[in-house]
Structures are given as structure tokens and as C-alpha cells.
């Protein structure tokens, strides 16, 4: 691991979990009996059935394949101060990466090749990271009830099709909110706001064949300059545009990384855990 990067031992999910993701996660929390009906009902299944169809179309990553990809991922858990999950790399056109965790077990990442064909290792590393504040975060349920809701939103009937779409909306606004936090979690491993940036900046306009000439520091100011955009048919376009979306627009997620970079929060929390290495090493010694 690069001696520079600060190991947060100790770290707990709400150091740096985004308000909003708060917020969200209690409004899906009052929902009576949601979180066990995912957990008892859909989590055994869910967990079977995404293992076998990994373990039979992807790779799983180990010492003995892909190490580098391995490290990056052992050295991202030590960081967050997090158990390592499987991991596995799978043959798809579009890039992407995704999390399973419901009931403790076997909880695994998967990412797909064109997304590691089109970042450095140092911005893969975030991704993992990302993917590990979702299990930092205890974010599966949810998770995974708002992949199934996707899923099945053409196989129910008109008055089934009404309720799970409301319920699909509460989960997409969720989801959205829980991606600033695991930014954050991706930000406390790579300690590098620019490698974030970087990140978003590629999956919202990237290739291996444009990568090289993508400027950090313009897409920042591409991110600053939709903030200002705070009138009230901007702000209607921007509800608009990111209702029914998974992610929010990797400019808003530019934009938040690049504030909570910049706060008293964030550099405390490296600081604290800073000294307390230090404080270990002069004991050890």
C-alpha cells in the first residue's frame, strides 16, 4: 500500500455517510416491515442466485488471478477498515460496477471489463471503493430490492404496477442519495479529489481513445458552473432530468465530491486518523 494514504482504523459509516442518504434510508425505514421482508424472503434467493450466475459467467478475482486488481481491493478494505468481499470481473460492453450484500454472506463486487479498460488503476481503485461504502453503509437491502423492482416493473398488474411504482421512486431517490455517500468512501480511500473527479468525468464523456485528453480541472468547472445554474426552471429541468435515474449526474456527483474535499469534516476525519497512526508507530517503536 502507498505509505502516503492515511488507514482509517476504526472508521464508522456515519463519519461520512451524506446527509441526504440519511435522511432517505429513515423516510425507507418507516416503511413497516420492508426490511425484513427483503432480508427473510428475497435475501436467501437473491444471494443463490446472483453467486451461481457470477461463479459461472465472470472471474473471480484472487492472489493467483488478477492480483493487481486484488491489491488494489486489499489495500482499498484496510483503508476503510473493512472486511474484504469477493470480487469478480465480467465480460460487458458497458461500464459499470455493482454490489450484493443481504444477509452477511459471501457479499461480492462485480465490475465490468470495459470499465477497467477505460480508467487507471488509481481511479479503479475508487471504484472499489465506492462499492465497499455500499457495504460499509449496509446498503444491500435496499440495494437489491430497487434492482428487482426495476426488473419486474413489466410483469405486474395495473394496481401492482401503481404500488411497486411508487415504491420504485422512494428506492431511485434512495439509491441516488447512498451514491454521494459511497463518493465518499471512494474520496477516504484515494485521498485524491481529482482521481473522483476523474472517475465521473469518464463515465459521463470518456473512452480509451478520448481518456488522454480529458482535462480534470475544466470538468470541475463544468460541475461549479451547472450549480450556478439555480433558477427555477433550471431547478424544475434538474428534478426532472434525475427522477427516474440510478445515479445522480456525474457532474452533481463531481460537485458534491469536490465540496465535502474542501470541508472541515473530511479533513478532520484524515487528520484524526493521522495522528492516531502516529501515535501507533511511536508505541510500536
Request: proline share 6%.
Amino acid at each position: 500500500m502507498a505509505t502516503s494514504k492515511i488507514p482509517l482504523i476504526g472508521l464508522q459509516s456515519a463519519q461520512f455517510r451524506h446527509p441526504l442518504d440519511l435522511e432517505a434510508t429513515q423516510t425507507l425505514q418507516r416503511l413497516p416491515g420492508l426490511d425484513w421482508l427483503i432480508r427473510s424472503l428475497l435475501g436467501s434467493m437473491a444471494e443463490q442466485v446472483f453467486y451461481l450466475e457470477n461463479i459461472g459467467s465472470s472471474v473471480l478475482v484472487s492472489k493467483r488471478q488478477l492480483p493487481d486488481l486484488h491489491q488494489l481491493l486489499q489495500d482499498a478494505c484496510h483503508i476503510l477498515d473493512i472486511e474484504p468481499p469477493q470480487l469478480y470481473v465480467r465480460q460487458h460492453p458497458t461500464p459499470n460496477a455493482y454490489t450484493l450484500a443481504m444477509r452477511g454472506k459471501q457479499p461480492f463486487i462485480v465490475v465490468h471489463t470495459s470499465l477497467l479498460e477505460l480508467l487507471e488503476p488509481a481511479e479503479i481503485q475508487a471504484v472499489l471503493a465506492h462499492e465497499l461504502g455500499h457495504l460499509k453503509c449496509e446498503h444491500g437491502v435496499y440495494l437489491t430490492l430497487a434492482n428487482l423492482l426495476v426488473l419486474a416493473a413489466g410483469q405486474l398488474s395495473p394496481l401492482g404496477g401503481v404500488i411497486a411504482q411508487n415504491l420504485q421512486m422512494q428506492l431511485m431517490a434512495w439509491v441516488r442519495c447512498a451514491e454521494f455517500t459511497c463518493d465518499r468512501a471512494g474520496l477516504l480511500v484515494t485521498q485524491n479529489a481529482n482521481v473522483m473527479a476523474s472517475v465521473l468525468m469518464k463515465l459521463a464523456g470518456g473512452s480509451p481513445t478520448l481518456a488522454p485528453q480529458l482535462n480534470v480541472e475544466a470538468f470541475i468547472d463544468q460541475a461549479r458552473a451547472y450549480d450556478r445554474m439555480d433558477h427555477e426552471l433550471a431547478n424544475l429541468l434538474k428534478a426532472v432530468r434525475t427522477a427516474e435515474l440510478t445515479h445522480p449526474l456525474p457532474v452533481l456527483r463531481a460537485r458534491e465530491i469536490d465540496r465535502w474535499a474542501d470541508s472541515p469534516t473530511y479533513q478532520a476525519l484524515l487528520q484524526t486518523h493521522a495522528g492516531a497512526e502516529k501515535q501507533l508507530a511511536w508505541k510500536d517503536w
